[in-house]
């Protein structure tokens, strides 16, 4: 018995499928990501197991139980919103003990586990602050503290970095990774930002219109993606034609290297090329048509805009993807 | 910043002056020891206040007008609590108009509601009664909490209840421990413009008190109109002193211009 299913879950506004028939198992202890562009359906599903709304055909079945019509406070459930929809008139430790308060749990157990939570986001020394007097990051984990404390079965995340910072997102993404191990809480995150499902997920379901087109562990998302629509969401590509009658072929941009011209499998004239810093990004024209190439800044000099150069490239990472799925 | 021009300036001042003038001029001949409406000149006298809290007429009245001020705006606040909760969050058909009728007292006037309500009440035989007196302040006070609570839900972020309904909350503790508290600015700021308003009713009060329901403003004009003393004016100023007290504490916990001039 898996530990959450979705079943064939469908919500439908009008004639308007807003998600339609998704099916997942999640395993205890997973970390699962919703991937896809604004209007996929991916905040949808995940206000469908949080029971904000309301399934117009399928079931949402959580260790056995039916709870496809459940009302949402009976649920359970932990989530962080992308707000953090923290209460503002109450102080942090106010926030985190809200659900203990509501499960009638004893005073002194309470203050035991509500402190538990704050030092597990690091926020200990923050107890008697109000929301407002804290950063977008500490937030945050207040947010995580409180659905974390009640001991839900299930975590759910609704794009909960996406309002803070480059830097401080990334450090959160692995911060959110360790929690989530150390408490081993099986967790739904929905992002549309790929590296963000990609680093903390255990596997990622990317979906575009509704439909699931994709459920598989990152590196397989990235290296075999499904559809010319996920190869090119969740990365850069390049399109190879190839003869007419065959399928599509892709490789992408740090898959190919620069050699002398005239040694690699064909030749290229440097259009573009931008630093970025870890990486030299080039933007080449050839037979093959426009090409994008990325290679490590190892220290060699790069190729000045004009030369004529070779591009080569392994033959097993090329990829073939069904036609006119995008 | 730019600067305000002198003409502008003038302007302003003129229009301040024109509005507190005759209250400061009230207030100041309240305290005169003279039998006639005049400013006191170096010796200034409390008897007229005296005069004031011995008059059993007006302090029956002054208790009816308190009474009756506390319980309306209390029924209002209870009445558009939930009332702009729909307005702002329902997606239902004939929202505006709902909106709309809820203000749309502010806009008939308190004359011909009188007359109207007169007619009413003593074809119901309800003349006399307290209770109808309230109700009909209800009527006209209600709008005011209406705009401010409107305001104060506006804006207001939803997510914050699905939080605590995830957390377990019932609708009822959501409301009580999460909605109230964010909403409450508007509610006491509307509790306060609708006892203001209510304490201040003369038009309406009029026609429908009757001699045990005598309000503090009707009781003013009917003394009014029979002498003019230098009582009227230390009532007067009392009232002012309380009118100033509530506007300041409204200012304190909302500020005045956020509740006047709404958030929408």
């Known amino acids: 018995m898996p530990f959450l299913e979705l079943d064939n879950l469908t919500k439908q506004y009008g004639h308007l499928y807003a998600v339609e028939n998704v099916s997942l198992t999640v395993e205890q202890g997973e970390f699962i990501s919703l991937l896809g562009p604004s209007g996929c359906g991916k905040t949808t599903t995940l206000q469908m197991i949080a029971g904000f709304v309301e399934a117009t055909a399928g079931a949402i079945r959580l260790q056995g139980r039916d709870i496809t019509h459940a009302p949402a406070n009976s649920r359970g459930l932990g989530i962080v919103f992308q707000s953090y929809a923290l209460f503002p008139h109450m102080t942090v430790a106010g926030n985190v003990s809200f659900g203990l308060e509501m499960q009638k749990v004893s005073k002194a157990e309470r203050a035991r586990r509500v402190d538990h939570a704050l030092t597990l986001v690091h926020l200990d020394a923050y107890a008697d602050r109000y929301p407002r007097e804290l950063s977008g990051g500490q937030r945050q984990r207040v947010a995580l503290a409180r659905a974390l404390v009640i001991q839900p079965p299930l975590l759910l995340l609704d794009e909960p970095l996406s309002n803070l910072d480059a830097k401080l997102r990334e450090a959160m993404q692995f911060e959110l990774r360790n929690i989530q191990q150390q408490v081993g809480t099986t967790t739904i995150m929905v992002t549309h930002d790929q590296a963000e499902a990609f680093s903390v997920s255990d596997r990622v379901v990317v979906m575009q219109s509704g439909k699931v087109m994709q459920i598989d562990t990152p590196y397989q998302v990235y290296e075999h993606p499904a559809t010319d629509f996920i190869s090119r969401f969740v990365g850069k590509t390049n399109m190879i034609p190839s003869a007419p009658g065959h399928p599509q072929r892709h490789i992408r941009p740090e898959k190919l290297r620069l050699v002398a011209a005239g040694s690699g499998r064909v030749n290229a004239t440097v259009a573009e090329r931008f630093f970025l810093g870890s990486q030299w990004f080039y933007h080449l024209t050839s037979d093959l048509g426009e090409l994008t190439v990325t290679i490590p800044n190892d220290g060699s000099a790069p190729q000045a805009p004009g030369t004529v150069v070779g591009v080569q490239w392994d033959e097993a990472n090329m990829r073939t993807l069904a036609e006119g799925r995008a | ?264």
């Open chain 2, 1 to 264: 910043m730019p600067r305000n021009g002198a003409l502008a300036l003038t302007f302003n001042a003129l229009v301040v002056v024109f509005m507190l003038a005759p209250l400061v001029i009230v207030c100041l001949v309240a305290f005169t020891p003279e039998n006639t409406l005049s400013l006191p000149g170096w010796s200034w006298s409390l008897r007229w206040f005296e005069k004031v809290f011995h008059h059993p007429d007006f302090m029956t009245s002054f208790v009816n007008s308190l009474w009756l001020a506390s319980t309306s705006a209390t029924l209002s606040v209870a009445l558009a609590v939930p009332s702009a909760m729909a307005i702002t969050r329902g997606e239902f058909r004939g929202r505006g108009a709902l909106e709309a009728l809820f203000l749309s007292p502010l806009v008939i006037p308190h004359l011909v509601l009188g007359v109207a309500l007169l007619q009413l009440f003593s074809h119901i035989g309800a003349t006399g009664s307290f209770f109808w007196l309230m109700l009909a302040h209800v009527l006209i006070i209600t709008p005011y909490a209406m705009r401010l609570l409107i305001s104060a839900m506006t804006g207001y972020d939803r997510t914050v209840e699905h939080a605590a309904l995830s957390l377990g909350a019932s609708r009822w503790t959501m409301f009580v421990r999460v909605t109230l508290p964010m909403i409450l600015p508007g509610v006491t700021g509307g509790w306060l413009l609708c006892f203001i308003n209510s304490f201040d009713e003369l038009t309406m009060s009029i026609f429908i008190t009757a001699p045990s329901t005598i309000t503090l403003p009707v009781r003013m004009y009917m003394y009014a109109t029979e002498s003019i003393d230098p009582m009227m004016a230390a009532v007067s100023a009392l009232i002012v002193a309380l009118t100033a007290t509530t506007a300041l504490i409204l200012d304190r916990i909302y500020g005045l211009d956020r509740v006047l001039v709404g958030q929408r």
